[in-house]
Nanobody
Framework: QVQPVESGGGLVQPGDSLRLSCATS?????????IGWFRQAPGNDREVVAA????????SYADSVRGRFTISRGIAKNTVLLQMNSLKPEDAAVYYC???????????????????WGQGTQVTVSS
């Protein structure tokens, strides 16, 4: 089991940038892990933001964030970063990091594919 821990949320203005970090314990550096970032705003379903396969660094993005957000493996061991640029008010949500194994590409955006979840970090975008 892997326990993701998110950090880096906060209050920013529209157009600003923010970087979230997900630190995981244990074995995510093994080849079969996928790390995903999801978000959930009040009244909305949890939705994928971005995901990355640890070994191949293959990435996937939601259409709403492609070109503005970047998911990557961090320099620190067992960390995944989510760089968020040009933030919009509709990006405001609780952001969750999740880890899963054996996830096929067709399921990489499905939250049900991920077994281990962090507690979430709040991102607020407001002027």
């Amino acid at each position: 089991q892997v326990q993701p821990v998110e950090s880096g949320g906060g209050l920013v203005q529209p157009g600003d940038s923010l970087r979230l970090s997900c630190a995981t314990s244990g074995r995510t550096s093994s080849s079969h892990y996928t790390i995903g970032w999801f978000r959930q705003a009040p009244g909305n379903d949890r939705e994928v933001v971005a995901a990355i396969r640890w070994s191949s660094r293959t990435t996937s993005y939601a259409d709403s964030v492609r070109g503005r957000f970047t998911i990557s493996r961090g320099i620190a061991k067992n960390t995944v970063l989510l760089q968020m640029n040009s933030l919009k008010p509709e990006d405001a949500a609780v952001y969750y990091c999740a880890a899963g194994t054996g996830i096929v590409l067709s399921s990489i955006r499905n939250y049900a594919s991920y077994a281990d979840w962090g507690q979430g970090t709040q991102v607020t975008v407001s002027s």
